[in-house]
């Protein structure tokens, strides 16, 4: 697939013993390759191999990965400290016999301070890694996910941009036919001009035909048409060719509309004019779905 937009989304889950995770990876536009991290405490590590991972893969595009994980408690990690409770119980018997204070509930009492003793197993340093290199699998499958999905848009785009191109040089030859009859137009123009201010003086005739011959050739659309043609051919080739396009197509958007405000400035015709506005308004609609693609 030759094209690749930047919008997409992916994910992956994962466990291993206690420890289950997510992985969520999406992307917008965007003018570079921005990296945009989320992760659990512990596993520092897992940035740098994601960034890897996105700079592997994409050229382009804002893109957010976000890391879940988390542990299942072991219920014998949780003790009761039967000791400390009595201990409590023992120093505040004075104010209960005296009825100073309510016997206190089991919830109270295990809420007090060390009354339950959690022995959570502190994982290892080699744990860690670990666990940091099945994440980092996952994030992997993730990224794997959203370049489906970017590949897809992709897809779609192609098919929209080379119809807009089709529509270009549909444009650019109905400008083509137009164009034939400005000579002849400008002429009769500059004649008519020359007529009401000179009359039939000597000379006039020869005049006008050197002057409208000059003013033909500054408004002759040839350069802009034939330039304009080739554009389009290097669009194509640029939309079928394998790797990144976007910023090519982007640069090939500003030539476009270039030509033809130089073509709307020339021309002397009201319906070459009317076809150089077309021809910009497709130009416009092409740049947008460019700005989607990687």
Same mark, same amino acid.
């Given at each position: 697939?030759?094209?690749?937009?930047?919008?997409?989304?992916?994910?992956?889950?994962?466990?291993?013993?206690?420890?289950?995770?997510?992985?969520?990876?999406?992307?917008?536009?965007?003018?570079?390759?921005?990296?945009?991290?989320?992760?659990?405490?512990?596993?520092?590590?897992?940035?740098?191999?994601?960034?890897?991972?996105?700079?592997?893969?994409?050229?382009?595009?804002?893109?957010?990965?976000?890391?879940?994980?988390?542990?299942?408690?072991?219920?014998? +990690?949780?003790?009761?400290?039967?000791?400390?409770?009595?201990?409590?119980?023992?120093?505040?018997?004075?104010?209960?016999?005296?009825?100073?204070?309510?016997?206190?509930?089991?919830?109270?009492?295990?809420?007090?301070?060390?009354?339950?003793?959690?022995?959570?197993?502190?994982?290892?340093?080699?744990?860690?890694?670990?666990?940091?290199?099945?994440?980092?699998?996952?994030?992997?499958?993730?990224?794997?996910?959203?370049?489906?999905?970017?590949?897809?848009?992709?897809?779609?785009?192609? $098919?929209?941009?080379?119809?807009?191109?089709?529509?270009? +040089?549909?444009?650019?030859?109905?400008?083509?036919?137009?164009?034939?009859?400005?000579?002849?137009?400008?002429?009769?123009?500059? +004649?008519?001009?020359?007529?009401?201010?000179?009359?039939?003086? &000597?000379?006039?005739?020869?005049?006008?035909?050197?002057?409208? +011959?000059?003013?033909?050739?500054?408004?002759?659309?040839?350069?802009?048409?034939?330039?304009? $043609?080739?554009?389009?051919?290097?669009?194509?080739?640029?939309?079928?060719?394998?790797? &990144?396009?976007?910023?090519?197509?982007?640069?090939?958007?500003?030539?476009?509309?270039?030509?033809?405000?130089?073509?709307?400035?020339?021309?002397?015709? &009201?319906?070459?004019?009317?076809?150089?506005?077309?021809?910009?308004?497709? $130009?416009?609609?092409?740049?947008?779905?460019?700005?989607?693609?990687?």
């Amino acid at each position: 697939m030759s094209l690749s937009g930047m919008t997409g989304f992916g994910r992956s889950d994962g466990s291993n013993g206690e420890w289950s995770w997510t992985v969520e990876a999406r992307s917008v536009n965007g003018r570079n390759l921005d990296l945009r991290f989320r992760g659990p405490p512990g596993l520092d590590g897992l940035e740098r191999q994601a960034r890897d991972a996105v700079q592997g893969r994409f050229q382009r595009g804002q893109i957010t990965i976000g890391v879940t994980a988390k542990k299942t408690a072991a219920r014998s +990690a949780i003790q009761v400290n039967l000791a400390q409770a009595e201990y409590y119980l023992k120093v505040g018997q004075p104010w209960i016999s005296r009825g100073e204070v309510a016997l206190p509930t089991l919830d109270g009492l295990l809420g007090l301070r060390g009354v339950l003793d959690t022995d959570a197993e502190v994982e290892t340093p080699e744990a860690l890694a670990a666990l940091d290199a099945l994440i980092a699998g996952s994030v992997h499958s993730a990224l794997d996910a959203l370049l489906e999905t970017r590949r897809e848009e992709g897809a779609s785009l192609e $098919i929209v941009l080379l119809g807009q191109l089709t529509g270009i +040089a549909d444009l650019v030859a109905q400008a083509e036919s137009k164009a034939k009859d400005q000579p002849m137009v400008i002429q009769a123009r500059f +004649a008519n001009r020359m007529a009401e201010l000179a009359g039939a003086a &000597p000379g006039v005739a020869e005049r006008i035909v050197i002057e409208a +011959a000059a003013m033909a050739v500054k408004a002759d659309v040839r350069e802009e048409l034939d330039r304009l $043609i080739g554009h389009v051919q290097a669009a194509r080739s640029q939309i079928a060719a394998s790797g &990144p396009a976007g910023r090519r197509l982007d640069f090939l958007t500003q030539e476009f509309m270039r030509e033809a405000n130089t073509l709307c400035a020339k021309s002397a015709l &009201p319906e070459l004019t009317t076809l150089g506005l077309e021809l910009k308004a497709t $130009i416009e609609q092409f740049r947008e779905q460019v700005q989607n693609v990687e």
